[in-house]
């Protein structure tokens, strides 16, 4: 596929996937989200790929669904618009390998939900944070209602849709919303760290933190602390697992 919206870079093991529509401030359409599941298509299976990093062109991460698709839609339309962006922003939180949203600018609607379905957020000093669509005089449509009272706590979420407010990145890193906070000009560099950190982790205890993670919030305490317990039992059947040990007694790097 010929991507017109996505622009992709894989080196390192690591993807970085700009989202390219500036004239429109990387606003989701129907077409990104055809061009985001096809390159999904092609990375599930990969395996050199360790990490994936979303950051957008210019000076939006992604400002929202978009509002001049959206404005001629009916009622079928609309819940079809919402439920293939949750259905692929659930496909992108469920990937084995860690997503990083480096948020370079405007995180707002669609964008916020989408930098909140990677795994976590670093954001650039000039990155704005919200879910304007009280504004709109619409509700949010991927996922905004359950994730950012996930990730924020209940308060958090009432306060950001209801009154529709645009908070900054130190405000975002102050209710976890975001994870780190650099200068604009630092932000791939910092983000480009951190990918190439978990990268040179075990790629098998990754995806196994990742999944129980997320497997974990969604059950109870202890159902989950047994979900726990089954993994770490499994990991001795690695050899990752036993060279990671044995390069600490060692005293060396493991070499996965
Ligand atoms: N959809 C479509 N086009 C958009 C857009 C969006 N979400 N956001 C910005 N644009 C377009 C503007 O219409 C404008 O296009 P033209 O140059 O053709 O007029 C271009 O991008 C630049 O935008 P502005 O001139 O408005 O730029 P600004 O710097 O003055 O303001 C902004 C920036 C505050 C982000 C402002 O663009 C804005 O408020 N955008 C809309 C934000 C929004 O409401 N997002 C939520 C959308 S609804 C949603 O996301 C629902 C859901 O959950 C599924």
Redesign the pocket.
């Known amino acids: 596929m010929e991507y017109q919206i996505l622009k992709i870079q894989i080196s390192d093991r690591i993807a970085v996937v700009t989202i390219s529509r500036p004239?429109?401030?990387n606003?989701?359409?129907t077409k990104f989200f055809k061009e985001f599941n096809h390159f999904l298509d092609d990375l599930e299976p990969r395996e050199d790929v360790k990490v994936l990093v979303l950051t957008g062109e210019g000076?939006?991460f992604?400002?929202?669904?978009?509002?001049?698709?959206?404005v001629h839609m009916d009622s079928d339309e609309g819940y079809a618009?919402?439920t293939f962006?949750q259905r692929t922003f659930d496909r992108l939180e469920q990937l084995s390998i860690p997503v990083i949203a480096a948020v370079n600018g405007?995180a707002?609607?669609?964008?916020c939900?989408l930098a909140m379905a990677c795994d976590f957020r670093v954001a650039s000093k000039l990155a704005?944070f919200?879910?304007?669509?009280m504004?709109?005089g619409?509700?949010?449509?991927?996922a905004?209602t359950q994730r950012l009272s996930r990730l924020t706590g209940l308060g958090n979420a009432l306060y950001l849709i209801l009154t529709a407010d645009?908070i900054t990145a130190e405000d975002a890193l102050r209710i976890g919303l975001v994870q780190k906070v650099t200068e604009p000009e630092m932000l791939m560099a910092e983000v480009m760290k951190l990918a190439s950190k978990i990268a040179a982790n075990g790629s098998q205890a990754v995806a196994t933190s990742k999944r129980i993670i997320r497997a974990g919030i969604a059950t109870s305490f202890q159902h989950a602390s047994e979900l726990e317990a089954v993994e770490f039992g499994k990991q001795f059947n690695h050899e990752s697992t036993k060279e990671g040990m044995k390069a600490f007694l060692e005293k060396r790097k493991p070499d996965w």
């Open positions: 004239a429109a401030l606003a989701l359409n000076k939006a992604v400002a929202g669904a978009d509002i001049a698709e959206m618009f919402s962006g405007y707002l609607g669609g964008g939900e704005k919200g879910q304007p669509e504004n709109l619409m509700i949010p449509g991927y905004a645009t």
